[in-house]
T-cell receptor, first 111, second 113 residues
Framework: KNEVEQSPQNLTAQEGEFITINCSYSVGISALHWLQQHPGGGIVSLFMLSSGKKKHGRLIATINIQEKHSSLHITASHPRDSAVYIC?????????????FGTGTSLTVIP | KAGVTQTPRYLIKTRGQQVTLSCSPI?????VSWYQQTPGQGLQFLFEYFSETQRNKGNFPGRFSGRQFSNSRSEMNVSTLELGDSALYLCASSLYGTGREQYFGPGTRLTVT
């Protein structure tokens, strides 16, 4: 049983399209993280959120605590957005707890 | 501020050997977490250290261990390497723990032959 489920696993979009990646989780969390991983391995934290919505440039992340669901939206997608997007949840705050990862969504944006 | 650094970046070891990986966190960060990434299992949490104490551990055998020094630098050790230990090992630092924003290092790619 996976504590974090992501969909879709793979996504191909045309440049300019609006993209949505979904994440559902089954554990109590203190925060949900959206991560981006480019080929070569480096991971960048895009968002950390525990409620509501956050926006950074063309990226928007939302979370619904009651439904245990989060979405990552990319507006006006660009080929440089091609990467693997990973949803992760942390079940503790400062006391140190498990960190659970989704399997990732591989996004390819075609020019 | 300098980012999280990991050394070495690439490593080839033989089955049965042991290996030590190093992670230097962002200055001022007291929490260092370690993760293993494989094609089959994806990303998995290994353990987290905060102020030289292990606060939590993932579901890995005792061959995987770590420690944190007073300057917050951390090392992880894998003893009696198995072929299945081949993976990208990532560390991340944060101010207070995994419930806060994580800053990831570039990873150490370990190949066990």
């Amino acid at each position: 049983k996976n504590e974090v489920e992501q969909s879709p696993q793979n996504l191909t979009a045309q440049e300019g399209e609006f993209i949505t990646i979904n994440c559902s989780y089954s554990v109590g969390i203190s925060a949900l993280h959206w991560l981006q991983q480019h080929p070569g391995g480096g991971i960048v934290s895009l968002f950390m959120l525990s409620s509501g919505k956050k926006k950074h440039g063309r990226l928007i992340a939302t979370i619904n605590i009651q439904e245990k669901h989060s979405s990552l939206h990319i507006t006006a997608s660009h080929p440089r957005d091609s990467a693997v997007y990973i949803c992760a949840v942390s079940s503790g705050l400062n006391t140190g707890n498990q960190f659970y990862f989704g399997t990732g969504t591989s996004l390819t944006v075609i020019p | 501020k300098a980012g999280v650094t990991q050394t070495p970046r690439y490593l080839i070891k033989t089955r049965g050997q042991q290996v030590t990986l190093s992670c230097s966190p962002i200055s001022g960060h007291r929490s260092v977490s370690w993760y293993q990434q494989t094609p089959g299992q994806g990303l998995q949490f290994l353990f987290e250290y905060f102020s030289e104490t292990q606060r939590n551990k993932g579901n890995f055998p005792g061959r995987f261990s770590g420690r944190q020094f007073s300057n917050s630098r951390s090392e992880m050790n894998v003893s009696t390497l198995e072929l299945g230990d081949s993976a990208l090992y990532l560390c991340a630092s944060s101010l207070y723990g995994t419930g806060r924003e994580q800053y990831f290092g570039p990873g150490t790619r370990l190949t066990v032959t």
